[in-house]
């Protein structure tokens, strides 16, 4: 730092009596004192280079997570990553004093760490120490920066949540679809640009494109789905054929015996093609037999029903034909008699008065 004052008060010597002061040094001082400045002069000249900020891209990015490093993303077209740029170059010539790293990237050249690292804002700085990342959101001047890093400021900081750490996987996959992205985007200029194909024709290729693979990428996942979990065959509800064919075999397996059939897997049977055939034969008939079985069974109760029905229909109508009792008959010829003993009641009290009337 001295070597640079000094520097500039031999570039400027018109200023040199006001910035010799700020060193303790005056131009009409003694020899002794510009032989001093002559020294500093020669210190400045034979010191270190100064140094510039690691340049980053999607082959090197992974050496930040070793050690301490402050990253830059930035855009050549932004202005506030350009007025950055001579604070950011400044603090590379730190590095070696607070033992840091100091690394830029290009968002426009590398769009796969612009996905990895979920840039939302122009510039974006990243202070990472052994591979935890935190986003410095603080003042961007250049004593700001060192006294971050200086006096770990940075503790204070919230490091990045796990699924938004640049590290993962998936920030990973993320990072390659924005380059995906951009690859598209290239093509569709080189269409346009290079070959003239028309804007509207260039996009219903890529709407083509994406159909398509759309559809191979569906029939792929469901080849998969189909090996890992095959479906299951279909089940055909039961009918009542099935129930009478059943009767048959459920009967002939109570039939025999489990000592018959233990018995009998024991002996050895010729499996030849003619008695395939013929034993598929003698099922066909059976299964025939047990039909027409089902369908004779079924015709009798048909019958039956229907002549059921028909002795039901004649009973009603001899129920009709039957004439009607007449009932109330007793009752008539009791209400004739009782309007009978009602009436000589009636003709005996006449009588009665008739003969007691009054005498002349």
């Given at each position: 730092?001295?070597?640079?004052?000094v520097?500039?008060?031999?570039r400027?010597?018109d200023?040199?009596?006001?910035d010799?002061?700020?060193?303790?040094?005056?131009?009409k001082?003694?020899?002794a004192?510009?032989?001093?400045?002559?020294?500093?002069?020669?210190?400045?000249?034979?010191?270190?280079?100064?140094?510039?900020?690691?340049?980053?891209?999607?082959?090197?990015?992974?050496e930040?997570?070793?050690?301490e490093?402050?990253?830059?993303?930035?855009?050549?077209?932004?202005?506030?990553?350009?007025?950055?740029?001579?604070?950011?170059d400044?603090?590379?010539?730190?590095?070696?004093?607070?033992?840091?790293?100091?690394g830029?990237?290009d968002?426009?050249?590398?769009?796969?760490?612009?996905?990895?690292?979920?840039?939302?804002s122009l510039?974006?700085i990243?202070?990472?120490?052994?591979?935890?990342f935190?986003?410095?959101?603080?003042?961007?001047?250049?004593?700001?920066?060192?006294?971050?890093?200086?006096d770990q400021?940075?503790?204070?900081?919230?490091?990045?949540?796990?699924?938004?750490?640049?590290?993962?996987?998936?920030?990973?996959?993320?990072?390659?679809?924005?380059?995906?992205s951009?690859?598209?985007?290239?093509?569709?200029?080189?269409?346009?640009?290079t070959?003239?194909?028309?804007?509207?024709?260039?996009?219903?290729?890529?709407?083509?494109?994406?159909?398509?693979?759309?559809?191979?990428?569906?029939?792929?996942?469901?080849?998969?789905?189909?090996c890992?979990?095959p479906?299951?065959?279909?089940?055909?509800?039961?009918?009542?054929?099935?129930?009478?064919?059943?009767?048959?075999?459920?009967?002939?397996?109570?039939?025999?015996p489990?000592?018959?059939?233990d018995?009998?897997?024991?002996?050895?049977?010729?499996?030849?093609?003619?008695?395939?055939?013929?034993?598929?034969?003698?099922?066909?008939?059976?299964?025939?037999?047990?039909e027409?079985a089902?369908?004779?069974?079924?015709?009798?109760?048909?019958a039956?029903q229907?002549?059921?029905a028909e002795?039901?229909?004649?009973?009603?109508?001899?129920?009709?034909?039957?004439?009607?009792?007449?009932?109330?008959?007793?009752d008539?010829?009791?209400?004739?008699?009782?309007?009978?003993?009602?009436?000589?009641?009636?003709?005996?009290?006449?009588?009665?008065?008739?003969?007691?009337?009054?005498?002349?």
């Amino acid at each position: 730092m001295l070597g640079e004052m000094v520097m500039d008060c031999v570039r400027t010597p018109d200023i040199l009596p006001c910035d010799c002061v700020s060193l303790g040094v005056h131009a009409k001082s003694a020899p002794a004192e510009i032989f001093l400045i002559f020294l500093a002069i020669l210190a400045s000249s034979s010191g270190k280079q100064p140094r510039k900020p690691v340049e980053l891209d999607h082959n090197n990015w992974s050496e930040v997570l070793n050690g301490e490093w402050m990253v830059e993303l930035y855009a050549p077209w932004c202005p506030a990553c350009q007025s950055l740029q001579s604070t950011w170059d400044k603090l590379s010539n730190w590095s070696e004093d607070l033992e840091l790293n100091v690394g830029k990237i290009d968002v426009t050249q590398n769009p796969g760490l612009s996905g990895r690292f979920l840039v939302l804002s122009l510039p974006t700085i990243y202070h990472i120490k052994d591979g935890v990342f935190r986003i410095y959101l603080g003042s961007r001047g250049e004593n700001e920066l060192i006294s971050f890093v200086d006096d770990q400021k940075w503790k204070d900081v919230d490091p990045v949540s796990w699924y938004r750490s640049p590290s993962t996987l998936h920030m990973g996959a993320l990072g390659m679809f924005f380059q995906l992205s951009m690859s598209v985007r290239s093509v569709h200029t080189t269409f346009t640009e290079t070959y003239g194909v028309p804007v509207w024709l260039s996009y219903v290729i890529f709407a083509v494109v994406t159909i398509i693979a759309g559809l191979l990428l569906g029939l792929i996942l469901v080849c998969i789905c189909d090996c890992i979990c095959p479906p299951r065959p279909p089940t055909r509800p039961l009918r009542k054929d099935d129930e009478y064919q059943r009767g048959p075999i459920d009967q002939t397996q109570e039939e025999n015996p489990a000592g018959e059939d233990d018995k009998e897997s024991d002996i050895v049977q010729d499996t030849s093609a003619p008695e395939d055939e013929s034993a598929h034969d003698e099922s066909n008939e059976q299964e025939d037999a047990t039909e027409d079985a089902t369908e004779d069974a079924e015709q009798e109760d048909h019958a039956e029903q229907e002549g059921h029905a028909e002795d039901n229909v004649e009973d009603k109508k001899s129920e009709k034909d039957t004439p009607i009792e007449d009932e109330t008959v007793p009752d008539i010829q009791t209400k004739d008699k009782d309007d009978s003993t009602k009436t000589e009641k009636t003709s005996a009290r006449k009588r009665k008065a008739k003969a007691s009337g009054p005498v002349d």
